[in-house]
């Protein structure tokens, strides 16, 4: 099983950038897509882009143009940055192994790790 650790979140304001980092151990990294999730303060959570093995990327509408997730398999880790950040991006942020449907959507596949917070505001 993959163990993953978020970091990188903090507090910045309206138009500012972060970039996540999510350290995986416990499993062969490079053979596993991975994804990244948000869950907002009263809300559900909800997936935001993901990375296949081979390297495609995907996003959710509401962050496209805006996010890049990355990968770097030598460290077993992948990354999400951050641009243009708006205060409706304020979330815990999470990555996961992901799988697919056929429908091309992405689905968690271990165990949620502990986060990182992001705060955007003035």
């Known amino acids: 099983q993959v163990q993953l650790v978020e970091s990188g979140g903090d507090w910045v304001q309206p138009g500012g950038s972060l970039r996540l980092s999510c350290a995986a151990s416990?499993?062969?990294?490079?053979?596993?897509?991975m994804g990244w999730y948000r869950q907002a303060p009263g809300k559900q959570r909800e997936w935001v882009a993901a990375i296949t093995v081979g390297g495609s990327t995907y996003y959710a509408d509401s962050v496209k143009d805006r996010f890049t997730i990355s990968r770097d398999n030598a460290k077993n880790t992948v990354y999400l940055q951050m641009n243009s950040l708006k205060p409706e991006d304020t979330a815990v942020y999470y990555c996961n192994v992901v799988g697919t449907y056929y429908t091309g959507s992405f689905y968690p596949r271990g165990d949620w790790g502990p986060g990182t917070q992001v705060t955007v505001s003035s």
């Open positions: 416990g499993s062969t990294f490079s053979i596993n897509a």
